[in-house]
């Protein structure tokens, strides 16, 4: 709680130095010469309900919505010695890294791949695939769910969430600005939202939107390593290093979907700015390097 109450202090002291800057600036009497009627402090407000509440939610959702799009089984009662293994190593790694015990499930996919979600670090869910526990002896998966662990430990579903709500915030704001100056100065539209308006503000979220993916996939690359460096606490270097050594051989891993991508053990998109994680090569030599 004392990291989202400090998280949204600091998004709203950010939001009330730009009014500020903007009143210095005199960026509203521009606007009002220009006959844009916006009343920035409204907007910025609206923009930071609507950007933290679709992340909130979001975050809120993300074990149902885990569980009914992945198809994860969760192992309430262990049917088979790999389940039994599976809950006794999450509960002793969750003891170690100080957090309650997570939910743990297996979902059906052919590739090596994991992820860890929830909204609150003491009632979490970790799953595997079943191809990463046919692919990988157990030190690699051992591995494989500490890194999970080590994502819920630090926090970073919280954070995450924390980081999107606030570029998702100015994503709305600089969109709806463009939007009413194209409505006002191009189109010359004297009232109401006209088509110069939606116009703008479509473009305008395509274009911030991408520069935000770019500042949220850089934050999501850095809480790798972190994580990897927790697996490597909870299961051994070398078995950290034999796992990504391992998701280095998958052939066409098949990636986790977008909401649950940044925290998996292996995913990323086709461009370095745009992926969620480092390249595996420049994991590995960061463990082998002790960083």
């Given at each position: 709680?004392?990291?989202?109450?400090?998280?949204?202090?600091?998004n709203?002291?950010i939001?009330?130095l730009?009014s500020?800057?903007f009143?210095?600036l005199?960026?509203?009497?521009?606007?009002?010469?220009?006959?844009?009627?916006?009343n920035?402090?409204?907007?910025?407000?609206m923009?930071g309900?609507?950007?933290?509440?679709?992340?909130?939610?979001?975050?809120?959702m993300?074990k149902?919505m885990a569980?009914?799009?992945?198809?994860?089984?969760?192992?309430?009662?262990?049917?088979n010695?790999?389940?039994?293994?599976?809950?006794?190593?999450?509960?002793?790694?969750a003891?170690?890294?100080?957090?309650?015990?997570?939910e743990?499930?297996?979902?059906?996919?052919?590739?090596?791949?994991?992820?860890?979600?929830g909204?609150?670090?003491?009632s979490?869910?970790?799953?595997?695939?079943?191809g990463?526990?046919q692919?990988?002896?157990?030190?690699?998966?051992?591995a494989?769910?500490g890194h999970?662990?080590?994502h819920v430990?630090?926090g970073?579903?919280?954070?995450?969430?924390?980081?999107?709500?606030?570029?998702?915030?100015f994503?709305?704001?600089?969109?709806?600005?463009?939007?009413?100056?194209?409505d006002?100065?191009?189109?010359?539209?004297?009232r109401?939202?006209?088509?110069?308006?939606?116009l703008?503000?479509?473009?305008g979220q395509?274009?911030?939107?991408?520069?935000?993916?770019?500042?949220?996939?850089?934050f999501?690359?850095?809480?790798?390593f972190?994580?990897?460096?927790?697996?490597?606490?909870?299961?051994?270097?070398?078995?950290?290093?034999?796992?990504?050594?391992?998701?280095?051989?998958?052939q066409?891993?098949?990636?986790?979907p977008?909401e649950?991508?940044?925290?998996?053990?292996s995913?990323?998109?086709?461009?370095?700015?745009?992926?969620?994680?480092?390249?595996?090569?420049?994991r590995?030599?960061?463990?082998?390097?002790?960083?």
């Amino acid at each position: 709680m004392l990291r989202i109450g400090l998280f949204l202090a600091t998004n709203m002291a950010i939001m009330l130095l730009i009014s500020i800057v903007f009143q210095l600036l005199g960026i509203e009497g521009v606007l009002q010469a220009n006959g844009v009627d916006l009343n920035l402090q409204a907007l910025l407000l609206m923009s930071g309900l609507i950007g933290f509440g679709g992340s909130i939610i979001s975050l809120l959702m993300s074990k149902w919505m885990a569980k009914r799009s992945m198809g994860v089984h969760i192992i309430e009662n262990p049917a088979n010695a790999t389940e039994s293994w599976l809950l006794a190593t999450v509960q002793r790694q969750a003891e170690k890294a100080g957090i309650g015990m997570p939910e743990v499930g297996i979902f059906d996919s052919p590739t090596p791949n994991a992820f860890a979600t929830g909204a609150n670090k003491n009632s979490a869910l970790v799953a595997v695939s079943s191809g990463l526990l046919q692919q990988m002896d157990r030190g690699e998966v051992e591995a494989v769910l500490g890194h999970e662990v080590s994502h819920v430990g630090n926090g970073d579903m919280v954070t995450l969430m924390l980081i999107q709500g606030v570029v998702n915030t100015f994503v709305i704001f600089f969109s709806r600005i463009l939007g009413h100056f194209i409505d006002r100065v191009v189109f010359k539209n004297e009232r109401g939202m006209g088509m110069g308006y939606f116009l703008g503000s479509i473009v305008g979220q395509i274009v911030f939107s991408l520069l935000a993916n770019i500042i949220v996939a850089w934050f999501s690359r850095r809480r790798e390593f972190s994580a990897d460096i927790g697996g490597a606490d909870l299961a051994g270097r070398g078995n950290m290093i034999g796992a990504l050594r391992r998701l280095q051989q998958a052939q066409s891993p098949q990636p986790l979907p977008n909401e649950f991508a940044a925290f998996g053990i292996s995913g990323g998109g086709l461009k370095e700015l745009f992926s969620t994680h480092p390249p595996l090569e420049v994991r590995i030599r960061a463990l082998e390097s002790g960083r």
